[in-house]
């Protein structure tokens, strides 16, 4: 995952800013969950499925500047938390699909757990099946089960996280740069699946706000 994803890139005042009031955080928390709350409650009551299409082409479509406006500074464990975390998923292999197959690839192989069959892409994934599951989860959030989804994805990011470890080890007599940067990238996936699982079981408790 590209290190420019932990800080969104900034644009020129648009209708996301002028709702969000840059000079308030806590105008900004309250914003951000009042807008991923009355996304999800609007994609989930319609029926016909096209707010949810909506929602999933919406980063590759427009980005993801404007999200992050919303989203990116809110509690990792909370609603809009896990939802721009979802959205940084997509994102990332939309622009790297090879090295997102790859590191999955290798983590399935390496990572002896449930994960492969709870992420549910097929064997082998490729680059095409992998931005297929990811979109995928993303139609279950705004679709399906909420929890399921998450869980899912968590365990997407635990099999990348397991790629990118082996793959640092790897480099790591060679080219040392490239092993620092997959040492990374594999703590940052760790903590989405942790922070995505932690926000599956407060779905479930009905805490997730």
Known sequence: MPEQFHRPVRRPPSAFDNLVGAADPAEQS?????????????????VSGATTERLVAFAAEHGIDEIAELWSQAPAR???GA?????????????????AALLYERGRVELRSADAVIAGAPTPAGPEELAALVDTILRGVFQGDFAVAL????????????????TADDYEPTEPD????????????????????????????????
């Not at 309250?30 to 319609?46: F, G, I, P």
């Not at 594999?186 to 805490?207: E, N, P, Q, T």
Request: glycine share 4%; with cysteine; charged share 25%.
């Open 30 to 46: 309250r914003v951000a969950h009042a807008t991923a709350s009355a996304l999800l409650e609007r994609a989930r009551s319609d």
């Open 78 to 80: 909370s609603l809009p």
């Open 83 to 99: 939802l721009w975390r979802l959205y940084l998923l997509q994102v990332a292999i939309r622009r790297d699909s090879a090295t």
């Open 151 to 166: 869980e899912r994805a968590a365990a997407y990011c635990r099999l990348q996280a397991s790629g990118a470890t082996h």
């Open 178 to 209: 490239r092993a620092s940067h997959l040492t990374r990238r594999a703590l940052r996936l760790s903590g989405y699946a942790d922070d995505l699982s932690a926000s599956a079981a407060a779905w479930r408790r009905g805490a997730l706000v």
